[in-house]
């Protein structure tokens, strides 16, 4: 793991703690003699919640369910298939919760661990059980405000509590108590605290910021804090020296912090902040005084006579633009400012003229570098910009002059807008062939050195002695290697003889300017940080300072000895403490002279400007005039609007962009519809190229039944393989089987009789092969896939499948079998289809002759034609039709009058044909267009009356009278014929219908049916798949069975080798620790030898003596013990550390020097002989000593005696770990066994048989009485009867019900056709009867009327025609006289227009102005309105969040309240 702390438990050492964001970990090391061992412990931390959570034993659980239906439950890690290592730490990604991230811990003196979390918690933790307790926060009345403590980033402990650091800035103290904890404020530092350390004696605190400053916080009776390093803020952006360099230098860092440093030992003298982005500085040559640019566009003008207080004296705002070169000359005269948009501004370096900007002149905006030379000898400065063009490849120089009086007369050098110009300057342009990174001019400005960019050459160019006019190419006159890679700079030193370099490789070279020759070089910085980044020396030429571009560093070199001094940047932005003083609007120097240049241009051209505008005004009115009069205009002579702008730049810039985002819009809708055809053709693919058998239904004619067939897809060639391979291996199977039986039958002798008639039975075997079934019943079977002539013959017995092979194979012959039945109703289904297309291709044909008909009796029926749906044809979906089709198709125009042109012929063609076929008009006009009456032309017939009929009976002669007769009898056949046929028309309509309704009704019958087949079908597959998913799952629990099994045998080799090693270790141990024993027996019986033996090495001296030697051989001098001062004793919380070897070995040598008092001669008894003296003090030392040993010895031997016994632990835990793993194992054997013995069968039960749960019978019957069974049968009988009678009544009772609402509503039938009829009657009295219809009805002569009507209206539009032509010819004229009219307004407009393209484009300019002026206003009110409601939201966001803690706080104590005071519902 990533390890963030490492601590030693100050009062045992012997404990180590690892913490990581993720985890804790207690290490605990154990000595035997010189072996070490590390032995880990993990910390289960808490939930995010400070809850912890139940982790169950993943390789032994104890607490899963026990199944007794479905077979044995297992770990999830058997379930997964795990059996590895992984799968002792296995959980699923459900099972899985975050835990609190640690950050910091700290030891007590009770070896307990103090946790601080990122979540705000704080844990203890026991140093030897690894519990851990989440203390409880207690909230003070008054809350903190300001801040909001989360997460400490670093804890110390000391006596009052544990002291925690935070990201902001504070440091808290801990006061810890009971569980809970309560936090105070303990100092306050401006930055945020990265790290804390107490010294030994408790007396200091050491604190680190997070950006490097180091401060010492003393503890006493008045504590104080003092800031011991401070750090600067970023990497140095530049540097420079003050003039004249010799004593302090400056330095510029990113965020605008200014110090000044003395130059000896590199310390800070004093700082200054600008509170800006800062990007370059330069000190003045002539003046005590510096400039730095930033990144605004402004430049400050720091004052650096008081090195201790610099003070910014001036601010000069250039542009809105970035500064990036600022450059003094060498007389320090002119401040040269380069900006990235390529303006380099020429100011007055000397604080007497306030700084005062002169003007300033363009450049290339990729300025490189500006190079100057101003000697004393001239008054001029010349000065040379560098600057890159990456399109072309070269470079650019920009050269020109500025004369020493220049300040004085700096309006005649600069134009209104304080541009400086270009031929009074001396402006020449000269360009490279390749590109530089640097460039200088030499003082004798004679010449140019150059440092490539891409190649390591350093190069010098001769300047043209004649002046020229453009760009002028330079070619190299020189050419020296660099031996420096990486782009790189130039500099000249003050006195123009030593040409300094640098590089990316980091290395500074000091040339010769003539010969280019190095004579001095340093590295002073690594290629890994970028190299140098900048350089200055001093004027004197003895100091150099080198910045360093990304490492941070800054090198003081010096000659004659190299001098070291870095000083390392760090972050720390002070600026944002400092208090924001109100920023007035500035406006940059150069538009001021814009400005002030555009309001005398305006004073001088204001008459201009009001011409212009009148003239613009005029011209707008007549082009609003002539919009007016287009607008009243026909649609044939309207211009349209876009012909009356004048800017046709501008649309024809519109019309591009309508053709592109029309372009982009077409290619998004054709990207959208290819995708979607694509997914289209997927789901095709899918779900109806691959089936074999499409998906469709059948629905009945007549009532609401739908059946639909199985879609099915082709079995591949794997599968059909695998089948193929079960067939056969269940055939030869059987065959064994088979041959078995013959042999047992021989052996019995029973086969004897079964020879005869051997071939009968074979014969009858091929015959019946293929009606063979299977001798299992269905309800053993477990579907009734039997009713769909499935052969079954092959399944196995569901008692017998016991193996892996065997329920596989059986799997197969299952997915067969289903196949079998869906391909047998498919069948089925395919030959009711055809048969409904023959019925409707039937009802069709007589629907034929069933509309003749209807015709014929002039019926107004609705003749039932049944068609397919697009459920029963499903292919119709795919296939759109152009009736589905609801936009519009677009029709090209050529398209379309070619049609109208084709339907023009055809129909000319047509009527000349007709025209020419006198024959056919002959037929029709004679005969209606049939050569002979046929029978169905009766009911058409009509008998003409005769002419005399219109006059009156009485005027009638014999003769018409006879003819009448004959009329009406002629009338009176025809109707009767008429009545014949209309007779035989009704019966045979009658007739075809009720044919139609019979045969669709038997097939609505066979669909019934074939519903009923398909609902049976759909049975046997879902028994069928039951039992597939059965074995599916059996097959899934052996897996999960062996995987068990695996992993059990391979944890146990894990544990076996453990084990070995841990028999290893304890072999060892013991073997150290008998060696041990014995050493120290030896020597504890030397010790013991030493002391029996005093006497015998001093027997000559007399015995008086040899007691008093001997007292004074068994007495040790007392060792003084430093006592500590009280002070510093309370003070420490750890008090007297544990000894260790060192301190054991400074009390030995303390002894020995006690022992050296002793062994003084004055100590000696009277009249004893010095040499015995000495000897006795060899000897009383050599004592000593092997008292020592054997007291180091003992408590040795206690240590490895109680790491032996660590060892033994160890081993017969491991060896409990084995003996559980095998009993697992016989566990795990047991119910494997058990499943595969156990197995799932499915049963068909019959209807009205229920299984009982749980098998609850009674089978004690000892109270029970016998009754005759005719008893109870009749009382079955009656019962039956009464319930019978009581059916027969309750309808009865409902007929009757239902009687009384069949009258009610043929009641209200009758009202409401009473009212209909009302209404109909009140619609015809009061039916409207209009004039036209009176006089049609009166009018005799109406047609008369009419045609005479018609005569006068045709007179009417000649007259009209006449009057339009006249009016059309008086329009051409007038048309002709308007268009020379207009020919001479659009030369009157050509003329207008180029006049307002001028204005317009000064109208431009003014208003763009005007613009940028006021919208700098504007943003400046909405940057401080931000700023303010930025401050307002942090507050009210730093206020929700203390409110939302005190919520859940109180929520927490209320839902304890509410758990305290509920009631215990404990089961009896």
Known sequence: MDVNQMSFNPMNWRQLCLSSPSAVSVWTIERSNQEHHFRARSVKLPLEDGSFFNETDVVFPQSLPKDLIYGPVLPLSAIAGLVGEEAETFRPKDDLYPLLHPTMHCWTPTSDLYIGCEEGHLLMINGDTLKVTVLNKIEEESPMDRRNFISPVTLVYQKEGVLASGIDGFVYSFIIKDGSYMIKDFLEIERPIEHMTFSPNYTMLLIQTDKGSVYIYTFGEEPTLNKVLDACDGKFQAVDFITPGTQHFMTLTHSGEICVWWLEDCSCVSKIYLNTPATVLACCPSSLSAAVGTEGGSVYFISVYDKESPQVVDKAFLSESSVQHVTYDQRGIFLLVGTSEGKVFIICASSSRSFRIIGFTEVAKDILQISTVSLSETDIVEVMVLSSLPEAGRSRLEMFTLPTLLPQVSTIFADERGRLKDEIIHKYLYELEHTLSSAVLDFQSKQIYGFCSQVPYICSYLLPKEEHMGIYILKPYKKVQSRQYGPGMLYLSSHGLWLITIAKCGILCIRDVYTLETFARCRSHSHQGHGIQSMRISMDGQNILVNGRDDGTLVYLKWKYVQYSKQKASIDSLQDELVPTDVKKEIPWIQQKSQEAIKKEVNLFSKKRKEIKEGIKSLSKTILNMMEENDKLENIAKLDQQEFGLDLEELERLHDESQEEVAKMIKDIEMHNLAKSYLAELIKEECWNSMAVKGRALKCFHIPCVVENFPMKARTVEELKELER?????????????????????????????????????????????????????????????????????????????????????????????????????????????????????????????????????????????????????????????????????????????EELIVNRETEHWLLIQGA?????????????????????????????????????????????????????????????????????????????????????????????????????????????????????????????????????????????????????????????????????????????????????????????VDILYKLFKRRPRISKQKTHSETTSAVPFGELPGSGKLSKDAFAQLMKAMDELDNISNMPEGLNPLVWNHFCMTRRAKVENEQKVKQKAADLLEMATFLRKRVEEEEKVQQEIERVFHELILLQEEKVRFQLNLTIQILLKQG????????????????????????????????????????????????????????????????????????????????????????????????????????????????????????????????????????KDIANYTLSCNLREELVAVSERKDICNAMGSKLTCEKIVKERYENMMQQQKLTHISKQQAEQISILQTEVERLRMKTFPALVQM
């Open 1249 to 1384: 048989q229920v299984e009982l749960e749980n098998f609850q019978l009674v089978l004690e019957y000892s109270d029970a009485i016998l009754i005759n069974r005719n008893i109870i049968e009749d009382l079955n009988s009656v019962i039956r009867t009464q319930g019978q009678k009581k059916i027969a009544s309750m309808m009865e009772t409902k007929d009757v019900h239902k009687r009384i609402l069949q009258i009610e509503w043929e009641h209200k039938k009758m009202e409401m056709e009473r009212e209909d009829l009302n209404q109909k009657a009140w619609d015809i009295q009061m039916l409207f009867f209009s004039r036209d219809r009176q006089k049609y009805l009166n009018e005799p002569n109406y047609e008369a009327l009419i045609s005479i009507q018609i005569g006068i209206m045709e007179q009417t539009i000649a007259v009209l025609d006449k009057t339009h032509k006249k009016n059309v010819e008086n329009c051409k004229k007038l048309l002709k006289k308007l268009g020379k009219f207009s020919n001479q």
């Open 726 to 898: 079960v067939l056969q291996q269940k055939k030869i199977e059987a065959e064994c089987l088979k041959l078995r039986k013959e042999i047992v039958e021989a052996q019995s002798g029973v086969i004897l009789v079964k020879k005869r008639h051997e071939e009968d039975d074979e014969e009858e075997e091929e015959e019946d092969k293929t009606v063979k079934c299977s001798n299992l019943p269905n309800y053993l079977l477990g579907s009734l896939s039997t009713d769909f002539g499935v052969d079954t013959s092959l399944l196995s017995s569901q008692l017998q499948l016991h193996s892996r092979e065997e329920k596989i194979n059986q799997i197969i012959l299952l997915k067969d079998i289903i196949y079998k039945v869906k391909t047998a109703f498919n069948n089925e289904f395919d030959a009711a289809y055809k048969q409904k297309e023959f019925e409707i291709t039937r009802v069709k044909e007589r629907n034929v002759r069933i509309r003749e008909i209807i015709v014929d009796l002039e019926l107004e029926e609705a003749v039932w034609q049944p068609e397919f749906e697009d459920c029963e044809k499903p292919e119709r979906t795919l296939v759109v039709q152009d009736e589905e089709i609801t936009a519009h198709k677009h029709v090209m125009p050529w398209h379309k009058a070619r």
């Open 917 to 1105: 076929n006198t024959r056919l008009r002959a037929l029709m006009d004679m005969m209606g267009g049939v050569l002979e009456v046929k029978k169905e032309d009766i009911l058409r017939m009509v008998i003409p009356q005769p002419a005399f009929m219109a006059k009156p009976d009485a005027v009638w002669t014999e003769e018409e009278r006879k003819q009448f007769k004959d009329y009406e009898k002629k009338v009176k056949e025809l109707n009767e014929e008429r009545d014949k046929y209309r007779k035989s028309l009704e019966a045979e309509l009658k007739k075809l219908q009720n044919s139609i309704q019979e045969s669709t009704q038997a097939f609505d019958e066979h669909l019934k049916r074939l519903f009923e087949r398909r609902v049976k079908a759909e049975l046997v597959t879902n028994q069928e798949e039951l039992k597939i998913s059965n074995l599916a799952f059996s097959l899934l629990l052996d897996e999960e069975l062996s995987s068990r099994e695996k992993f059990l045998n391979n944890y146990l080799t894990r544990k076996q080798l453990e084990k070995s090693q841990t028999s290893e270790a304890v072999r060892k141990s013991r073997e150290d620790l008998d060696v041990y024993k014995e050493h120290y027996d030896n020597l504890l019986a030397e010790d013991k030898v030493m002391d029996r033996s005093f006497k015998k090495e001093f027997s000559e001296i007399p015995g008086h003596q």
